[in-house]
């Protein structure tokens, strides 16, 4: 079984300031990890993903994300908030199953940056 | 490299109708998933389809129904259609390759009157 968590529903954050949006997971073997951006009445948009190699990988956007094996997170950041970034973001765990990859999803964190 | 693609944009029903929805994965793609999203809410999986067949069915009444061409495209059927269906229906894509993220397309808003 595998699962992601995504503690906070809304993150509010002023424009200029660092942001950080949190994703925890729960899956057997090595984690396959993406962040997805939606903007309304759109579909999700791909921001980065970890798969192997260094912690800290960079996307899309400015965006970047901090893998952590010992606290099984992925966390989403940002140096600099633009009022632009706010919109929907959801982190996903993906798992080999079968010859297929299976994809689970959070439930999403609203981001809104206040200018 | 076209997206995915889905139709059609906008989709008004009355309570009792059934309901179509089309979608076109990104060529090369061999696997269609289907989402169910309500009020900017999360993702509520559906239905993935891979090569023709049915794989994995999220927990979704049987009147939630769809099928996979040979071309890969996809149709999801709603039949019987309650105001609790009302939602932007999303259609995702990827190729066989382990660790590719997943391609969306912009959606299928659908509304119950």
């Known amino acids: ?115 | 490299e076209a997206g995915v693609t889905q139709s059609p944009t906008h989709l008004i029903k009355t309570r009792g109708q059934q309901a179509t929805l089309r979608c076109s994965p990104i060529s090369g793609h061999t696997s269609v998933y289907w989402y169910q999203q309500a009020l900017g809410l999360g993702l509520q999986f559906l239905l993935w389809y891979d090569e023709g067949e049915e794989r994995n069915r999220g927990n979704f009444p049987p009147r939630f129904s769809g099928r996979q061409f040979p071309n890969y495209s996809s149709e999801l059927n709603v039949n019987a259609l309650e105001l609790e269906d009302s939602a932007l229906y999303l259609c995702a894509s990827d190729h066989r390759e382990y660790n590719q993220p997943q391609h969306f397309g912009d959606g299928t808003r659908l509304s119950i009157l």
């Open chain 1, 1 to 115: 079984a595998q699962s992601v968590a995504q503690p906070e529903d809304q993150v509010n954050v002023a424009e200029g300031n660092p942001l950080t949006v949190k994703c925890t997971y729960s899956v057997s073997g090595n984690p396959y990890l993406f962040w997805y951006v939606q903007y309304p009445n759109r579909g999700l948009q791909f921001l980065l993903k970890y798969i192997t190699g260094d912690n800290l990988v960079k996307g899309s956007y400015g965006f970047e994300a901090e893998f952590n094996k010992s606290q099984t997170s992925f966390h989403l950041k940002k140096p600099s908030a633009l009022v632009s970034d706010s919109a929907l973001y959801f982190c996903a765990v993906i798992r080999k199953s079968g010859g297929y990859q299976k994809v689970t999803f959070g439930t999403g964190t609203k981001l809104q940056v206040i200018p």
